[in-house]
């Protein structure tokens, strides 16, 4: 999972602005590899709840890039995230996540505490919680029609 991290990093770092760097403190190259790793962990782990992950990972290091390379940095982010994405949607289920966590529905039983069946990769619910996520689907198109 980290090769896509690095890939990240690796096509940016000749381009990240380091500021004077006092002993003891990391660097603004090791701040950008640490929140690629972190973005792409989270891609992995927490997928369905990771709205956005390239723009977040945008926010996170565009600090630490000079005015000029912006864009380009929104593009590599953008491309390699959705490489990472496609590569998580293709993998078998095993019942685990590629951190070694076992999958769980995303939905909450009657008695409040979270479900503990084996969800289905395409949206994250178990076969008996489908209906949430036809919801979760209508409400999003309704938000978006309300929006237009
Ligand atoms: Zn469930």
């Given at each position: ?15 990240i ?15 950008v ?116």
């Amino acid at each position: 999972m980290y090769r896509f991290s690095r890939a990240i990093y690796r096509e940016l770092a000749n381009e990240i602005v380091e500021g004077p760097t006092t002993a003891g403190t990391i660097s603004n190259h090791e701040r950008v590899l640490k929140a690629c790793e972190s973005a792409i962990e989270r891609l992995a782990t927490d997928r369905h709840y990771f709205a956005r992950p390239a723009r977040s990972l945008f926010n996170d290091i565009r600090p630490y890039f000079p005015m000029s390379s912006q864009a380009r940095v929104f593009q590599v982010i953008d491309r390699y995230i959705a490489c990472a994405d496609e590569f998580l949607s293709r993998q078998p289920m095993t019942g685990y996540d590629l951190a070694g966590n076992p999958l769980q529905c995303r939905a909450t039983t009657r008695k409040g505490t979270p479900c503990q069946r084996m969800p289905l990769p395409h949206n994250g619910y178990c076969p008996s919680h489908q209906h949430l996520a036809e919801t979760e689907e209508t409400q999003a198109r309704e938000a978006a029609l309300a929006a237009a």
